[in-house]
Nanobody, 122 residues
Framework: QVQLVASGGGLVQAGGSLRLSCASSGRTISPYGMGWFRQAPEKERELVAAVSRGGSSTYYSDSVKGRFTISRDNAKNTAYLQMNSLKPEDTAVYYC???????????????WGQGTQVTVSS
């Protein structure tokens, strides 16, 4: 069982940066594709970034491309989401997730973290 703990959220002004972390307290994350999702009030959960098992492939949604960077450190069992140039529309609860697939941009994720709130003020 993979248990994911997301952290690093908070309140930041527009244009600022945050770095989210997703640590596994159980099994290693190396066999799993990793993703970051977000869900704003009254909106559906959306995938914002994904990274492949080995870290060589990444995906970004159009809304965050060029501003967010996903990475992983398998030795530390941790995935990261560096968020720069934040906008008020980035305000949401951010969730990390692990998929048994090597890399996926779908909702086929098997393990989810508890979510961390990101609020961007204008």
């Amino acid at each position: 069982q993979v248990q994911l703990v997301a952290s690093g959220g908070g309140l930041v002004q527009a244009g600022g940066s945050l770095r989210l972390s997703c640590a596994s307290s159980g099994r290693t994350i190396s066999p799993y594709g990793m993703g970051w999702f977000r869900q704003a009030p009254e909106k559906e959960r959306e995938l914002v970034a994904a990274v492949s098992r080995g870290g060589s492939s990444t995906y970004y949604s159009d809304s965050v491309k060029g501003r967010f960077t996903i990475s992983r450190d398998n030795a530390k069992n941790t995935a990261y989401l560096q968020m720069n140039s934040l906008k008020p529309e980035d305000t949401a609860v951010y969730y990390c997730a692990a998929s048994r697939l090597a890399f996926t941009t779908t909702l086929l994720y098997d393990y989810w973290g508890q979510g961390t709130q990101v609020t961007v003020s204008s």
